[in-house]
């Protein structure tokens, strides 16, 4: 039984109902606000600024200047390095989705769902060890004297050993392909997952054979989880030094780009300037990939 | 074997003392030892009450856990190592690691950012140092004008690296406790052991089978020593290690028409990349550091470090040295406990054999009482057949089926003088002074390290 007292209270409280929302709301993205401040865009800001600083001979002086930008971001040795950084991401990102997809649509419609999910977890236990190692363990696989040469000697099908396995574009796909394709596969799972199998009986009644029924039902409802995975096997793999560094006849890429610009003479406002811009290529891109797939579609 | 009082003795007695002092306060009545009371956890070497712990920031090349563990046992002193690669080493000095390590070690090429471009690192005098005196100390860096005259202009950088005062000649800049010089490895199997230049690595024999350096300062020099003795490129030897803007990109754009023809099988960047091509026989021949020779032995994939030219294609010199920071963490007691590492640790008996292990020739090897025969309290010298071979150019006193497979490491040396056998393993390159003879550059950071580095990028992208 409520009280002349009680009442009064729910009055006072309903007063302050939409005070108490807004500090409820501030209290809670401001975790996230300060951690992404803190963490995000203020090293963020300091690399930005560094970008605009003065180097000379292992040292960053404290005056302005464009040089890092002229001088090494729109070279035409950097813009190159852009120019092929891309290429490789395009093709790894296409590469993951032509072996991570029929994957997926395997684990989806061919297993069970609990097997489909333990079997994309067993595509996860390689990352348990490092990548360097993951990678390092390609040399006794496809090297002159690995299994596969081996193999291919044994058998008489070549008289020499296969160099083009090794330290070639070959290499730095299956290595960027052995790395990423579980960040393609598992969110075109999940999405595939959402789709309500009754539409696919429903494209069958209406006599929709089955490559039909992927273009015109599958394919269209497994897009947000195809947007996601190229979004990160993208951004990843434009972004990865160890691939390039170690798989590559020792071509670069951006990021080794950047790992020469510190290692040799600790050139930070050239390593920040190209970081910058790397950056701003990877936003722009995603944000015209999200302009064009609504992925928000996957949590529905 | 030394004898009498020295300042190794010294300190180790007065620490005795002390603590034996303590002991006997403390009523413990202990019939220990300094070294038996050390701290051996972790990769520190020893320490007692009264001694310091110094911290040192190094390379691996230059700074094992061995040689912290002898500084404990011989010394009240300990010391924590860090090890990282050469530019993170460079990295950290130039961001405030003057204040946060007590000693640095680094080469003549990243070091002198730290030595000579800016104050972080205390001189240390010769007068502190007993292992440092003429007769006993290599003339590389006694008088390097003079043993390396073939280099020219070249020496002015070694006497303005090594010496704080290089008139004098009485504070050490950068006291060195290794040095070496690089050249070309090879892979017995395949290629010409007769190879003794840097123009291999360019040979059409060679092609899509070759290990390239992609360290700027260094590839750019052999490069240039190539160029050179081909007449392709205008250059003087007194500045070979020093290439002018025209120069580099007279180097550079060879190196991209070179890689671009697939004559490079891969570049590296680190010892471990050339190791891995090397012993997995991807590449047969690259211009390799000493210590990677020796692991890609350890690997079972012979491999020979090429008895390089007398001229411009010769061996490149460098040395590493132990340097106190300045300000350090402690001030002067932890400064005199730097020079104590330097000297009673790496001038010692035992440090020569023990980095001999990776190739590596010390600066007191004149010193053959102590380095040859004798021994002091931080353990034996080489002995004669493990100095004579890494010295001397001689023949190891067994015979050795596998030359190529040879490891130092691992072989049984005598301890008693005997004699060369016919089919004992001779140390590739041959004896110190050879090696020194056929040197052709000094290597450091050049003048124009910027405009390099802009235009490596293009070596890098092809």
Redesign the interface.
């Known amino acids: 039984m409520s009280t002349k007292n009680d009442d009064h209270a729910g009055v006072r409280d309903a007063d302050r109902w939409p005070s108490i929302g807004l500090s409820e709301v501030q209290l809670l993205t401001g975790p996230t606000v300060l951690w992404f401040t803190a963490f995000l865009l203020v090293p963020l800001a300091v690399v930005l600024a560094y970008s605009f600083l003065t180097y000379d001979s292992f040292s960053v002086v404290f005056e302005f200047t464009l040089e890092n930008w002229t001088g090494t971001v729109f070279s035409s040795t950097t813009i190159s390095v852009f120019v092929r950084t891309l290429l490789v991401g395009g093709i790894v990102t296409l590469l993951c989705l032509v072996v991570g997809y029929p994957l997926a649509y395997y684990l989806r419609f061919y297993t069970t769902e609990r097997g489909g999910i333990l079997a994309l977890l067993f595509l996860v236990i390689p990352f348990w060890t490092s990548a360097l190692i993951r990678t390092q363990a390609w040399f006794p696989i496809l090297g002159q004297t690995g299994v596969v040469n081996k193999l291919l000697l044994w058998t008489g099908l070549v008289h020499e050993p296969l160099s083009w396995l090794m330290f070639s574009p070959f290499s730095q796909l299956v290595g960027y392909l052995q790395n990423y394709v579980v960040f393609m596969a598992a969110p075109i799972f999940i999405s595939l997952s959402q789709v309500d199998e009754d539409l696919l009986d429903a494209s069958e009644t209406l006599r929709g054979n089955p490559a039909e029924t992927f273009v015109n039902v599958v394919w269209p409802l497994s897009k947000p989880g195809v947007a996601i995975g190229s979004m990160f096997v993208f951004v990843l793999s434009i972004g990865n030094f160890i691939v390039p560094q170690f798989l590559s006849g020792g071509e670069s890429t951006v990021s080794t780009l950047i790992y020469l610009q510190i290692n040799n003479g600790l050139n930070y406002p050239a390593a920040a300037a190209l970081s910058i811009a790397l950056l701003a290529v990877i936003f722009s891109l995603v944000f015209l990939l999200l302009r064009t797939v609504d992925i928000t579609d996957i949590a529905q | 074997m030394t004898s009498g009082i020295n300042r190794r003795n010294f300190v180790k007695f007065a620490s005795g003392a002390a603590a034996a002092g303590l002991a006997g306060c403390s009523g413990d009545g202990s019939d220990s030892t300094p070294a038996d009371q050390t701290d051996t956890s972790g990769d520190t070497g020893g320490g007692s009450s009264g001694g310091q712990t110094i911290s040192w920031l190094a390379p691996a090349w230059a700074a094992r856990k061995q040689q912290g563990t002898k500084f404990g046992s011989v010394t009240n002193h300990s010391v924590e190592i860090t090890n990282n690669n050469n ?1 993170t080493v ?2 950290k000095m ?1 961001s405030g690691g003057n204040e946060n390590f007590d000693a640095v070690s680094h080469d003549t090429v990243l070091g002198p ?1 730290f030595t000579t ?2 104050d972080y690192t205390a001189p240390v005098a010769t007068s502190d140092l007993d292992g440092w005196q003429d007769g006993k100390i290599s003339d590389l860096f006694l008088n390097p004008a003079e043993r390396l005259s073939h280099l020219k202009g070249q020496t002015d950088k070694i006497q303005k690296f090594l010496w704080e005062d290089p008139q004098k000649k009485q504070k050490l800049k950068q006291p060195p406790h290794v040095f070496n010089f690089n050249g070309v490895g090879l892979n017995p199997k395949f290629v010409d052991t007769s190879v003794g230049s840097y123009g291999a690595l360019f040979d059409d024999k060679y092609k ?1 089978k070759v290990a ?1 350096g ?4 260094i590839s750019t020099n052999e490069v240039m020593g190539y160029l050179k003795s081909n007449g392709m490129i205008d250059a003087s030897i007194g500045q070979l290690n020093n290439p002018t803007k025209d120069q580099i990109d007279t180097v550079v754009n060879f190196l991209v028409k070179q ?1 671009k023809s697939g004559q ?4 590296w ?1 680190s010892a471990g ?1 050339s190791i ?1 091509l090397m012993s ?3 590449a047969i021949i690259g211009d390799l550091w000493q210590p990677a020779v020796f692991a890609v032995r350890r690997s079972g994939t012979p491999c020979k470090y090429a008895t390089m030219s007398k001229g411009v294609q010769g061996y490149q010199f460098w040395w590493g040295g132990i340097m106190p920071t300045k300000p350090g963490t402690g001030g002067e007691k932890k400064k005199d406990a730097v020079t104590s590492i330097i000297d009673d640790v790496h001038y010692s008996a035992w440090f020569p054999g023990f980095i001999q292990q990776w190739g590596y020739p010390t600066p007191n090897y004149p010193n053959k009482e102590l380095v040859r025969d004798g021994s002091d309290d931080v353990g034996d010298g080489m002995g004669p057949e493990y100095y004579d071979w890494a010295y001397e150019g001689k023949k190891t006193y067994q015979a050795v089926d596998k030359p190529q497979l040879f490891d130092p490491k691992t072989y049984d040396w005598a301890d008693e003088e005997g004699s060369p056998n016919a089919d004992g393993q001779k140390r590739d390159q041959g004896g110190i002074e050879e090696r020194i003879d056929r040197t052709a550059l000094f290597q450091i ?1 050049p003048d124009n ?2 405009y390099l ?2 235009q ?3 070596f ?3």
């Open positions: 530019s460079q990295q130039m950012a471009d800016n899509g390239m992609s360290v700027p300062s890689k490079f099988r891969s570049t960047t990349q891995n997995s026989e991807e950071w390290a910027d580095l802009s490596w990028k293009k890098r992208s092809a």
